[in-house]
């Protein structure tokens, strides 16, 4: 079958690879769409976050690997010890890796594993025409929601995670520090959620033009100061979303919420960054984080079928998997107008 995989940073190659046969206690998924994430361009460029040189304790793999873990298909075929699926069901991928016997997984908490991994970037994901998986990752899709938007809904998952996981409540003014794909699903997860006024601040015109059509307050921090701006319309707000992952957006995120309020970071963030502690105590306010997902997966479904969460607005372009590398990973670094590029691996 045909697949991306990664073998180093900067060498990722569409190649034919070898599929095992289906054991036992997995599914074959063939892929419909696959979605290009940070972390795959992290991976790319960088070799950040992929697992290479020592195999991933939990799954035994480690690069040259496949890449995509944001994807949806069909079941091709059902291990004999697997129970609850059939051949032909539409599923999308939770693709988080973890033991299920530490004590945050036996908590729920498993998304805190202690060898927390992903599908993608640990093991073998959706880059391909075939990927192998466990049961426990799939999510099945209902009748009206698309493959395409069935591969948004591991973002989708993060942005309504933090905003569920935030202090946001229904009628409060939030920020959005960086509008690529996270930042604007975490737009349209604020306002399922009931926000009043979404403002969202980025360097990038393109990005901005985006955010505005799904209904936030545009500021181009080149052009305008964000901190005068939102303070002077909102007095402050109550939680402001970082999805940035740098250290002048950080800084601009303390600085616009009120007393009392949040800054909830998504981002990754590639360095070490700094923190006014006194600005922090004086507004008595907290600065909180989240690591992808747990327990989310059928809700973002539901409100997706529902109508609720708009995610096929953040689809910006469409590709073939021969063109991941030209025209995904290398494109979106250089033509920030891109959001969410999906690969379509196989027509279904």
Request: proline share 4%; charged share 20%.
């Amino acid at each position: 079958m045909k697949a991306a995989v990664f073998h180093a940073a900067k060498d990722v190659r569409v190649e034919q690879v070898e599929l095992p046969a289906t054991p036992a206690d997995k599914v074959k998924v063939k892929v419909a769409y696959a979605g290009i994430c940070g972390s795959d361009l992290h991976a790319y460029h960088h070799g950040i976050g992929v697992q290479i040189g020592t195999p991933h304790p939990l799954s035994g793999k480690m690069a040259p690997l496949t890449l995509g873990h944001e994807f949806s298909g069909v079941i091709e075929e059902v291990g004999q010890e697997v129970s609850g699926w059939q051949v032909g069901d539409r599923v999308t991928i939770e693709p988080l890796i973890y033991c299920g016997a530490c004590a945050n997984c036996r908590s729920g908490n498993y998304n805190r594993c202690d060898q927390v991994g992903f599908v993608g970037l640990n093991d073998n994901g959706g880059f391909a025409e075939y990927v192998l998986l466990e049961p426990r990752t799939l999510h099945k899709l209902p009748d009206n929601v698309s493959f395409e938007e069935a591969a948004l809904a591991e973002p989708t998952a993060v942005a309504l995670h933090a905003v569920r996981e935030s202090k946001l409540k229904v009628g409060n003014n939030v920020a959005v520090f960086g509008v690529g794909p996270i930042g604007l699903l975490t737009i349209l997860a604020a306002q399922s959620a009931g926000a009043a006024r979404v403002y969202a601040v980025d360097v990038s015109a393109e990005r901005l033009e985006l955010a505005a059509r799904l209904g936030a307050i545009p500021i181009n921090s080149l052009q305008q100061d964000a901190a005068s701006v939102i303070l002077g319309e909102t007095g402050g707000v109550a939680v402001a979303y970082e999805a940035a992952g740098v250290q002048a957006t950080l800084t601009s995120a303390l600085s616009v919420v009120k007393k009392g309020g949040e800054v909830m970071v998504i981002a990754a963030y590639a360095a070490p960054v700094q923190l006014n502690m006194m600005e922090l105590m004086i507004k008595e306010a907290s600065v909180t984080s989240i690591l992808a997902y747990r327990h989310i997966f059928p809700d973002v479904l539901a409100l997706i079928s529902s109508g609720k969460l708009d995610v096929k607005q953040v689809i910006t372009k469409k590709i073939t998997l021969d063109q991941i590398v030209e025209d995904g990973f290398e494109l979106l670094v250089q033509d920030k107008s891109q959001a969410k590029i999906l690969v379509q691996v196989n027509e279904l």
